[in-house]
């Protein structure tokens, strides 16, 4: 909780934002207003500017808000005087597709001292590799349930639901087989879901565990810290939470409300989420780190990862709108913030009039026909607010400059993936379902559109400065900008280190 300085410095700061994305949204209208009706190009690539920071400005504000609640308003749920989970109100499913025995063996021994005497375990086991007979001997001698299904139906929501025929238990825990949870965990969660008959989950946040092994592992812990450290609180005080697959105990009432897991969408965990609001449930974020879990390691995996997510998020929005934003029973903060939820990763197409800016310019096309002293006074300021509150909130959280470098690096390195998930969403197309650990290295040509972007920057650079102007310098520092954050990608391709957590208990000792 913020003190009452706290309090009037965080009003300022969003107040400010509010102002300059509007101002500078107003600058971007009168822009376009001025390109000549001749110039075609020019006036296309000027409302294409404008509808980006249109976007970027909604989740600005999305974002601004979310903070707001974060640091206002969110505090854990208390559990003072309330008893532990009965022994049978709990199945604590473990899912599992392919993946190393050996990570298998060491996680399923954490689930199963996290379930004690509290929960009855389920291994939910759809592996085609040649390890099921060790899994299920494995499984079956720390006296867990065993389910092996050869016809992956609905794939990982389809295994859920499939136990979810034969379970008894009041509440049902969903850990994926790479997190490893701490023994008390159901004894902190399940207490919150006892206390408040409205509560359809709890979510726990993703500790990445293994940000030794790689910069694509620290990369990928930094957008989880924003998003476990900002967003998600703000979305648990709001009522627009969604639970994200793992780390997540549910009310069996409130899934059957909801006619279990969604099958039909790859991001079964927020489809599922979408539903059980339409119905009236509310989740609850416990931030709390009390599972251990291991990022993406391979850009293969980590792209896997990213697609899969755009794509079933993008293919979320009639949906979302149908049911939530035009809905008359929620509030217009947590329609503003259910549509953020869904939209955010149409991000790509938005990148592009910045991406393309410098080498456009150099080609005739002009954008931001405005005067000089109006574009310092107030446009330039939308775009230092925008990234400085963005910044800042991040290392007011206990993030790094680092964590704040890398969360800008990964939007702008992953437009590609943005864009042809969308197209994909459009065209309805299906493809198999795949995770995080999926893959290895990617063939360096799998990069062509970064590179191309980044080869594009750099010859438009010596054309911008020789030409002069007040614009031309300015096109030029955001080009340089954007270059720089372009260039981990030159490290995210390497082969990942062992890391610590994976490491054999002999190496632990030594």
Request: net charge positive.
């Amino acid at each position: 909780m913020a003190t009452e300085g706290g309090r009037r410095w965080l009003t300022l700061v969003i107040v400010v934002d509010v102002l300059v994305v509007f101002v500078g949204l107003g600058v971007s209208v009168y822009a376009v207003a001025q390109v000549p009706g001749e110039n075609l190009a020019s006036a296309a690539f000027s409302f294409a500017f404008f509808l980006a920071n249109v976007f970027f400005g909604f989740f600005s504000l999305n974002y601004a808000m979310n903070y707001w609640h974060s640091r206002l308003s969110y505090r854990a749920p208390p559990t003072s005087g309330l008893t532990g989970p009965r022994s049978a109100s709990v199945a604590l499913l473990v899912p599992i597709y392919n993946e190393p025995f050996a990570m298998v063996e060491n996680n399923l021994e954490a689930a199963r001292l996290a379930a004690g005497n509290d929960a009855r375990l389920y291994v939910l086991d759809d592996s085609t590799s040649e390890d099921g007979p060790r899994i299920r001997e494995l499984a079956e001698s720390m006296g867990a349930i065993y389910r092996h299904r050869e016809r992956r139906r609905g794939y990982k929501a389809g295994a859920i639901n499939d136990a979810l025929e034969e379970i008894s238990e009041e509440y049902v825990a969903v850990l994926d087989i790479d997190q490893m949870p701490s023994p008390g965990f159901l004894r902190r969660v399940v207490p919150i879901l006892d206390a408040d008959p409205r509560v359809g989950f709890v979510q726990l946040p993703q500790e990445y565990a293994n940000t030794d092994a790689s910069l694509l592992a620290r990369l990928t812990a930094a957008q989880q810290f924003i998003f476990y450290q900002i967003l998600t609180e703000g979305k648990s005080v709001e009522g627009t939470l969604f639970s994200c697959g793992t780390n997540v105990v549910y009310r069996r009432s409130a899934l059957a409300s909801a006619g279990n897991f969604d099958e039909s969408s790859i991001v079964e965990d927020i489809a599922t989420s979408t539903r059980m609001a339409a119905a009236g449930w509310k989740g609850v974020y416990l931030n709390e780190p009390l599972v251990y879990g291991r990022a993406p390691v391979t850009m293969e995996g980590y792209i896997n990862q990213q697609w899969r997510w755009a794509r079933g998020t993008v293919g979320l929005l009639p949906r979302v709108v149908r049911n939530l934003v035009l809905s008359g029973t929620l509030g217009w903060r947590a329609r503003f913030d259910w549509l953020a939820t869904v939209g955010w990763y149409l991000y790509g197409w938005f990148y592009l009039p910045f991406l393309l800016a410098p080498i456009l310019m150099i080609l005739g096309v002009q954008v931001l026909l405005i005067p000089e002293w109006l574009y310092f006074v107030a446009w330039l300021p939308y775009g230092v607010v925008v990234l400085g509150l963005f910044a800042m909130t991040q290392i007011r959280r206990g993030g790094s400059p680092s964590t704040v470098y890398l969360n800008l690096a990964a939007n702008l390195i992953m437009f590609p993936v943005s864009i042809s998930a969308t197209v994909s969403a459009l065209a309805r197309r299906r493809r198999p379902f795949t995770t995080a650990r999926t893959g290895g290295r990617l063939p360096w040509y799998r990069f062509w559109p970064q590179f191309a972007v980044m080869a594009s920057i750099a010859v438009s650079l010596p054309f911008l400065i020789l030409r002069g102007g007040w614009f031309g310098f300015v096109t030029a520092f955001w080009a340089v900008f954007q270059l720089g954050l372009f260039l981990p990608i030159f490290w995210l391709n390497r082969q990942p280190r062992p890391a610590l957590i994976d490491a054999p208990a002999g190496r632990l000792a030594a």
